[in-house]
């Protein structure tokens, strides 16, 4: 019998949320938070090593982000676990989107991507 072949693949989520209460609108700041679930859908455990963000502001301007590990932590998920956390970004307009992708290496040491699809950051109401 041989073995089944290793899958390696994680599934990522996101809600966001205005934080009107860190934000200051007269001086074009608008805060955002975004919470964000990752399960590992494949059948090897993985390690999230780092992260890879693309933030474009409603004026076209961007902003990238690379860094170790989420909220400082590098999580290791098991076929099947989830893992969630939340963070945040701050805007100078009242909208933009966020799109990214996190780098894996699997206990096999084979390194993968997961795509992070892009996601709207809106102040409520702003959109008419």
């Given at each position: 019998?041989t073995?089944?072949?290793?899958?390696?693949?994680?599934?990522?989520?996101?809600?966001?949320?205005?934080?009107?209460?860190?934000?200051?609108l007269?001086?074009?700041?608008?805060a955002?938070?975004?919470h964000?679930k990752?399960?590992?859908t494949?059948?090897?455990?993985?390690?999230?090593?780092?992260?890879?963000?693309?933030?474009?502001e409603?004026?076209?301007e961007?902003?990238?982000?690379?860094?170790l590990?989420?909220?400082?932590?590098?999580?290791?998920?098991k076929?099947?676990?989830?893992f969630?956390?939340?963070?945040?970004?701050?805007?100078?307009?009242?909208?933009?989107?966020?799109?990214?992708?996190?780098?894996?290496?699997?206990?096999?040491?084979?390194?993968?991507?997961?795509?992070?699809?892009?996601?709207?950051?809106?102040?409520?109401?702003?959109?008419?």
């Amino acid at each position: 019998m041989t073995a089944a072949a290793k899958h390696y693949e994680c599934v990522v989520t996101v809600e966001t949320e205005f934080l009107p209460d860190q934000s200051d609108l007269a001086r074009n700041r608008y805060a955002f938070a975004y919470h964000i679930k990752i399960i590992n859908t494949g059948n090897v455990a993985a390690q999230l090593i780092s992260r890879h963000w693309i933030i474009n502001e409603f004026n076209g301007e961007q902003q990238e982000v690379r860094g170790l590990g989420v909220v400082g932590v590098q999580p290791l998920l098991k076929p099947g676990q989830l893992f969630e956390y939340t963070s945040g970004t701050v805007l100078t307009t009242p909208n933009g989107k966020m799109h990214g992708s996190y780098q894996m290496v699997a206990d096999d040491g084979t390194p993968f991507a997961v795509a992070v699809p892009a996601f709207t950051l809106t102040m409520p109401r702003v959109l008419h």
